[in-house]
């Protein structure tokens, strides 16, 4: 059974920063995983995804303000976010999937329980 819990959220004002976690229990190395986001009102949106090895994808709205990425030695994945804007603001979720099965931001099983960011 994998379980993951992510930290970091907070409120910041806009320009800010934060970085999110997301420490993954059973099976981590190589899973593929990826950052998504929920406002109120706003369908989920796929943020960032990182392969098992390599190999990442952002949503055009965040490239080049936010970075993924993954310590496989401490079952933790990572989201830098920079130049945070108040259209960031959302809870934000971590996922997995088996990289065999889905795409980029299609076919994760397993869900974290959130983590709120606020910019404003």
């Known amino acids: 059974h994998v379980q993951l819990v992510e930290s970091g959220g907070d409120s910041v004002e806009a320009g800010g920063s934060l970085r999110l976690s997301c420490v993954v229990s059973?099976?981590?190395?190589?899973?593929?995983m990826a950052w998504f986001r929920q406002a109120p009102g706003k369908e989920r949106q796929g943020v960032a995804a990182?392969?098992?090895?390599?190999?990442?994808r952002y949503a055009d709205s965040v490239t080049g303000r936010f970075t993924i990425s993954r310590d496989n030695a401490k079952n933790t994945l990572y989201l830098q976010m920079n130049a945070l804007k108040p259209e960031d603001t959302a809870m934000y979720y971590c996922?997995?999937?088996?990289?065999?099965?889905?795409?980029?931001?299609?076919?994760?099983?397993?869900r974290g329980q959130g983590t709120q960011v606020t910019v404003s």
């Open positions: 059973g099976y981590f190395s190589k899973r593929c």
């Open positions: 996922a997995a999937r088996r990289c065999w099965q889905g795409s980029w931001f299609i076919g994760y099983e397993y």
């Open positions: 990182i392969l098992a090895r390599d190999g990442t």
